[in-house]
C-alpha cells in the first residue's frame, strides 16, 4: 500500500501522495546555538531521536495521503457508515503496509537519496539508521501487515496489501525507477491499492467500483508527481533517475500531464454510472476537475511562454503539485459524504 520518493510528504507513488518539507527523522545536532551538547547514550532524548529516525523512514505524510483513500471508499462501500473497529483494524494494517513498504523503499534507495538535495536527510541515508536494521524493520511491517490483515479483517485485504508492497519495492523501486521515464505510471499503480484494500475489508470482494477508484488514483499519480519531479529534475538528473523531466522536454512533460489530467477527470466522472452516486458527487467532480485542468493548462502555458526566469516554471509547477493533493483529498471527501445524500 504504498507509492515512491517524493519529498517525504508525498512520495513517488501511492498514492499517493507529497510535501517537500523534511521529516524530523534527519541528522544534525541536537540543541540549538553554540555549545549545544550531543546527548548521551541511552538518554531519553537519544531514544527519542531514535524513534523519530524509523519513523521517518516509512515516510508518514505519504501513508496519510493514502488513508485518505481508504476511508471514503469503505463508506461507499459500505453505503453509509462501516463498524468502526473494522475501519480501525483497515487503517491499522494499511499503515504498516505502507509504512513498509515505504522503509524497505528507502533501504534500496540509500545510495541515490544521499546524492539528492531533496532527501539526502533520509535516516537510510545519512547512516543514522544501519542498512541491516532499516531491511529488518521493513520486512517486519510488511509481514506485520499481512497477518494483521489475515486476522483482523479478511484474507483477500491480506492478499491485496502483499500485492502493494511488492509491486512498490519490486515492481518500482528495483525494476522501474532506475530504468524506465515510465517508472511513476506503472510503479504509482501500488499507490492505488488502499482503495481496493478498503473496499474487499468491507464487502470481501471486488466490482466494477473500487476498480474505478483505482483507475482515478493511476490517473492522478502523473499529474501529481511530474510537476514535483519538474521542479526537483536537477537533484533526479545528479542522481541518474530518469524521470520525464529529466529525459525530454518541458513541453513534452507539460503534454503529458495534460494527457493525464483528462483521463484522470474523465475516470471521476465515470463513477456516477457506475457506483450510482448523487448528481452532488458528479457536480463535485466536474468543477474539481474544471480546476484541476485548469491549472495543467496553465503550466503548459507557462513552459510555452518560456522566458529568462526558469524559477516560474517551477512555482507553477509546485502550484499543479499543491493541489493536486487538495483535488484528490476533497474528490474523496465528496465520496466519503454521497452515501448519507437522501436522494
Known sequence: MTRGDRPDATDEVLVTTVDPRPTSGGTGSVGTGQGAQKPAPGSSTSAGRKISAYVA??????????????????????DGMP???LVAATLVGGALSAGGANAL???????????MVRTGHRPS??????????????LTLGVVSCVWFAFFVNNLAALLSAAAIAMYVV????????????????????????????WVAVTGSLTWTPLV???IIFFWTPPHYWPLSLRFRDDYAAAGVPMLPVVATQAKVAAEIIGYSWAMVATSLLLWP??????VYALVAAVLGAGFLAEAYALRGRVRRGGSDPSAIDVRAMRLFHGSITYL?????????DPFWPF
Not at 105 to 115: E, G, H, V
Open 105 to 115: 523503499n528507502c533501504y534500496l534507495d540509500r545510495d541515490i537519496d544521499a546524492l
Open 274 to 279: 457506475v457506483a450510482h452516486t448523487s448528481p
Open 83 to 85: 463498524g468502526l473497529g
Open 125 to 138: 541515508a545519512t547512516g543514522e539508521v544501519s542498512p541491516s536494521a532499516n531491511l529488518v524493520f521493513g
Open 329 to 337: 483529498s476533497l474528490l474523496f471527501l465528496a465520496v466519503a459524504i
Open 171 to 198: 515492481g518500482y523501486t528495483m525494476l522501474l525507477k532506475r530504468r524506465t521515464p515510465q517508472n511513476i505510471v506503472w510503479g504509482g499503480a501500488a499507490g492505488c491499492m488502499p482503495v481496493l484494500i478498503g
Open 57 to 78: 523512514l516509512t515516510k508518514p505524510r505519504i501513508i496519510e495521503l493514502l488513508l485518505i483513500t481508504t476511508i471514503p471508499t469503505m463508506f461507499l462501500a459500505a
Open 213 to 215: 477508484l483505482f483507475g
